[in-house]
């Protein structure tokens, strides 16, 4: 799978992502940190990356409807520590595998995943 990290998660990240197998890139290592979410989110829908990020913004269904992109992965987390993150995004590799994706938006926290298609 293609993964986009945006500039509010650790660029280290993506190698975790990697280690797993899938294409990772950041939006920092394309030059993209600071563009405003609209562009975010187009680009990852012309790339066909799904977005992970911190960015509540994300998770709004009728700005970005999940039908129109590849994925979106929102962490709502209390606790942002780098080795917190990191341990959400290995729970939420080991669920791609038994669900997909596409056209969904993936809302984590500590408790759950909420799903939204």
Avoid at 25 to 34: A, N, R
Avoid at 109 to 116: L, S, T
């Amino acid at each position: 799978m293609k993964f986009k990290l945006d500039e509010n998660l650790p660029a280290s990240l993506v190698d975790t992502f990697k280690a797993s197998g899938h294409d990772a890139i950041s939006t920092t290592s394309q030059g993209l940190q600071g563009e405003e979410d609209p562009t975010i989110a187009v680009v990852c829908r012309e790339e066909g990356r799904t977005l992970v990020t911190l960015d509540t913004g994300f998770a709004d269904i009728r700005a970005y409807p999940p039908a129109e992109y590849p994925g979106i992965v929102v962490l709502r987390l209390r606790h942002q520590a780098v080795s917190h993150i990191g341990e959400m995004i290995t729970r939420v590799l080991r669920l791609v595998a038994d669900r997909p994706l596409e056209k969904t938006l993936w809302i984590v926290d500590e408790q759950k995943v909420r799903f939204r298609s």
